[in-house]
């Protein structure tokens, strides 16, 4: 789960098979369940009518290839006004949660999955440790990215703004030691520091060369 552009929380959604036969119907609670590409299951709780099952139903169906960008748009925008948000829940194999929080998926337009997020989603390592958690807002990245190592130490802090990296950042090193800080401003570095194991400040080029650091700056 890396935190260099957001949360991985990585929910595999290019190739999910809705299991939706017995459950369009639902009238009052449904849960769905997606199957993806990495065997692991991901529940959807929703509260909805057979108008807005339905809606998420014709979502995994709906046109996979559009002739301009702006129709893309078009498209997109119809399906965000129909399908609501849902909370889902992914696990590991072992039971613990990987992966929770709330999003839509809008299908495939132009071969592309179109997912999104809404509200705080959080990510664990299989032992249970927290991993990563962000916040959404109408499906774009805002607010402070948090991101931990499996000992528990501090990792990365970003700050997202409307779904780009626009403010603080600091990096850090798995014994907590501050790695590199700085500032983004509209996905550009504005300002950066860099600092070895130690805390002495170093180049640029020297802390790319420090195993770990270089996956960040990618």
Same mark, same amino acid.
């Given at each position: @789960?890396?935190?260099?552009?957001?949360?991985?929380?990585?929910?595999? @959604? #290019?190739?999910?098979?809705?299991? %939706?036969?017995?459950?369009?119907?639902?009238?009052?609670?449904?849960?769905?369940? $997606? /199957?993806?590409?990495?065997?692991?299951?991901?529940?959807?709780?929703?509260?909805?009518?057979?108008?807005?099952? *339905?809606?998420? *139903?014709?979502? $995994?169906?709906?046109?996979?290839?559009?002739?301009?960008?702006?129709?893309? =748009?078009?498209?997109?925008?119809?399906?965000?006004?129909?399908?609501?948000?849902?909370?889902?829940?992914?696990?590991?194999?072992?039971?613990?949660?990987?992966?929770?929080?709330? @999003?839509?998926?809008?299908?495939y337009?132009? &071969?592309?999955? !179109?997912?999104?997020?809404?509200?705080?989603?959080?990510? !664990?390592?299989?032992?249970?440790?927290?991993?990563?958690? @962000?916040?959404?807002?109408? &499906?774009?990245?805002?607010g402070?990215?948090?991101?931990?190592?499996?000992? #528990?130490?501090?990792?990365?802090i970003?700050?997202?703004?409307?779904?780009?990296?626009?403010?603080?950042?600091? /990096? *850090?090193?798995?014994?907590? /030691?501050?790695?590199?800080?700085?500032?983004?401003? =509209?996905?550009?570095?504005?300002? /950066?520091?860099?600092? =070895? %194991?130690?805390?002495?400040?170093?180049?640029? =080029?020297? !802390?790319?060369?420090?195993p770990?650091?270089?996956? *960040? !700056?990618?």
């Amino acid at each position: @789960m890396e935190f260099s552009k957001g949360c991985r929380c990585s929910l595999s @959604m #290019g190739a999910f098979i809705a299991l %939706r036969v017995g459950i369009v119907c639902a009238a009052v609670l449904e849960i769905v369940m $997606l /199957v993806g590409a990495s065997g692991r299951s991901v529940l959807l709780y929703s509260a909805g009518s057979m108008k807005a099952s *339905f809606a998420i *139903f014709a979502a $995994l169906v709906v046109v996979t290839a559009l002739p301009a960008e702006d129709d893309v =748009d078009k498209q997109l925008d119809k399906l965000r006004s129909s399908i609501p948000f849902t909370a889902y829940e992914q696990k590991y194999a072992n039971g613990q949660i990987e992966e929770r929080g709330r @999003m839509r998926f809008l299908g495939y337009v132009c &071969g592309q999955a !179109w997912t999104e997020y809404d509200g705080l989603r959080e990510g !664990w390592y299989a032992s249970g440790a927290k991993e990563c958690e @962000m916040s959404y807002k109408n &499906g774009k990245r805002d607010g402070v990215a948090l991101n931990w190592f499996a000992n #528990g130490k501090r990792k990365y802090i970003v700050t997202w703004k409307n779904g780009r990296r626009d403010g603080d950042f600091t /990096v *850090f090193y798995d014994s907590e /030691v501050i790695s590199a800080k700085g500032r983004f401003s =509209d996905e550009v570095v504005a300002q /950066v520091e860099f600092f =070895d %194991r130690e805390g002495k400040r170093i180049t640029r =080029d020297q !802390w790319l060369e420090i195993p770990g650091n270089r996956s *960040f !700056w990618q």
